[in-house]
């Protein structure tokens, strides 16, 4: 068997997957270990809706902005913050739940991603491929009327998973030095930003994309292209009202 | 070696560590290897804040209500939702940031919520203990102010890391079926409610904490004693105001 430190370090997102399945006793054993996450006083406030229906992936897929991964995957995961169960719980035990706060919608939030993250790590330990798409808190809403959730409920990201059938090159990533601050945040002088962002800027693929969009750097295709201020705005309008309607926002 | 599967079934949270050093050359493995969990657009819009000094854990603690394993590990990792750093980045480079709204708040703490997970994956796969304090959404405000953290950066998640000098019992989770959903979410019945939270209702210890708070039932321990409505509503509305003082908050 391979280490793990190397998987790990080798890991790279798969976005094409072949057609063996995942079955269920897999999946199974994957949810497992992600359940065996740290969770706050052990509440387990979150859950997991397991989408495999054909039908149901194609109209997810236009959610996620129509990423191939969704219906290409065998498996598609959404991974919600969740209070409705315990609040159940709650008020059939004589107890008056206090859940409906921003506070408790973070809770939920942390809890359901780190058991997304150790479903992605024992998958990917298994042999099989993983792909995240960060686009369930852009359209949250349409995601909570299509999978029918509930009040105290928040689809906060959503995993692909499958058999491999590509090795993409692996991507880079800043050095070390770029993201930790020991003891105290060390602010990033003009040098440090140059030093840290000059192997990604001068990636071939990097130099493509500036090209490509008629642009005259790297940042330009973040701010100007792919992840833009209107949409940004756009979307935590939208964010922030879902948090409202699932009853979040309570003073 | 063990099989990894074991491990991640077989973990337990560690609050009580040897006084055996975790050295730079091992932290910063685990720090790569949580670097290597995947990130938005791959822009790693997270930060990692390590405290090793004896002081700064001691001025750390009482933001973390005092829990002893902020100054007993030898490592209190921060872990931040960080535009700051990108931010620098487009400003340099000609580039206009639309990342001050809640979207792009969501989307570091996502991020750095993928990292910290993986780093604590790891460093328990190596045999280390650790431990996450969900207080630090509590007081952000404080640990922000402490560990000097800019405008663009909020932190949103701790854990403590050592080598582990106690094997507490492994304490029970909800059965599997309790939290999947297959192709839509099923709402609980109070009969299911009742299967899922029967053995949590059960355990010795559960039974104890209802009669040491002079509750009724365990629910209650939890709604009136550890997760009171009127500390969420409170801290809800600081972590917004934090939210909105470190730039995230625009419309």
């Avoid at 590509?166 to 991507?171: A, G, T």
């Avoid at 060390?186 to 990636?203: F, H, L, P, S």
Wanted: charged share 25%; glycine share 4%; hydrophobic share 35%.
């Amino acid at each position: 068997m391979t280490n793990f430190s190397d998987i790990l370090l080798d890991r790279r997102t798969i976005r094409k997957y072949s057609s063996e399945p995942v079955d269920d006793k897999l999946l199974n054993e994957l949810i497992v270990m992600g359940c065996r996450a740290s969770t706050t006083g052990n509440m387990q406030v979150y859950s997991i809706i397991i989408t495999r229906d054909e039908q149901k992936k194609k109209d997810l897929a236009p959610m996620h902005f129509n990423q191939k991964m969704i219906t290409e995957a065998p498996v598609v995961l959404t991974f919600c913050a969740d209070f409705n169960r315990l609040n159940k719980w709650c008020f059939l035990r004589k107890a008056e739940p206090g859940y409906d706060n921003f506070l408790s919608f973070m809770t939920g939030a942390i809890d359901a991603l780190l058991v997304a993250q150790t479903v992605c790590i024992a998958a990917e330990l298994k042999g099989l491929g993983i792909c995240y798409l960060g686009t369930t808190i852009y359209n949250a809403h349409k995601i909570i009327d299509l999978l029918k959730i509930p009040r105290g409920v928040v689809p906060v990201t959503t995993v692909t998973i499958g058999w491999p059938s590509e090795k993409p090159e692996q991507v880079e990533r800043l050095l070390l030095e770029a993201v930790i601050h020991k003891e105290s945040y060390r602010d990033y002088t003009g040098e440090d930003i140059k030093k840290y962002y000059k192997a990604k800027e001068e990636r071939q693929d990097s130099q493509q994309f500036v090209n490509e969009n008629n642009k005259e750097t790297l940042a330009q295709v973040f701010t100007d292209v792919r992840y833009k201020k209107e949409d940004n705005v756009y979307f935590s309008k939208i964010l922030l009202q879902v948090l409202k309607d699932q009853g979040f926002m309570e003073q």
